[in-house]
Each structure stands twice: as C-alpha cells, then as structure tokens.
C-alpha cells in the first residue's frame, strides 16, 4: 500500500494524543513538533477516544463504509447539525479527509455505491507462439539487434 505507513510510532503517537487531550499543548505546536497537520493530531485524538490505544495502531487495510453511512454523514454535515470533525466522531470515519471526500463526490451529483473490497487484478497477458518467438530472434540477427534481451522469449 502506497502511503499508509506511518512515520510515528505508537508510542509518539500516544504521547502526542495525551498532550493534546490533557490541555497541556495545542494541536497547533504538537504538529509542528511531529511534522504533521493539526488536522492529523486532532485525527489520532478522535481515534484514541473512539477505540483507545488500539485506534492509533498502523492499520494495514482500508476500512469499508456503507453507502447509507456515507449519505447520512453528508446529510449531516451539509444540513449544518454538525461540523466535519462531529461527524467523524458520529460516524467512527478515520479521518476529516475521508469525509471531505465523500462530500466533494456527493455535492458534484455522483451517488456512493457499494465496492466489492477486492482488489483489481491485472489484466493477463497475451501468449507469444513459438513462431513469433522465432520470428523475433531472426530479426533480432538478422538486423544486429542486441539479442540478450530476447532470450527470455524463448
């Protein structure tokens, strides 16, 4: 997974979230000790409070959402009930991006659909027949071409 790995570890990240919910220190200073945004510090203390420690472990897949949860969490954040940040509380969403997500592709008039959460396969490749393999390597001599790339054909 491209850039789901974290550059903090648990135990950064706890002592950040404790700072932040004791009062002690803003979410403001504690990003810029950590090198991420206020957004992000308010995000672990939103997580730690919903499922403690183990909400700021390094999550290796992605977490699945409803269509309907994703409608009402619009819903309430656009008819002005709550705030971004209430509805990730409401909702148990990982994060104010997520959400702003979902609205961007709920205002533009696009409809939330259920993913099967399995991934894309690649497309399979075509088989090369022992002629065009021949044909290759006798191009390949015939011209001077470099011919130690091609003996993988054979």
Known sequence: MSDRTTHHSLEERLEAVLLYLSGQVGSSRLAKQYGVSGHTVQDWARAYRHDGVAGLKESHTWRHYSPELKWQACQDYLSGKYSVYECCD????????????????????????????????????????????????????KHGKNYQGIHCLL
């Open 90 to 141: 409401r909702y148990n969403i990982s994060s104010h991006s997520v959400l702003r997500g979902w609205l961007k592709r709920y205002t533009s008039g696009k409809t939330f659909t259920e993913k099967s959460g399995g991934s894309t396969r690649m497309k399979a490749k075509r088989k090369v027949t022992q002629a065009e393999r021949e044909e290759v390597v006798t191009y390949a001599l």
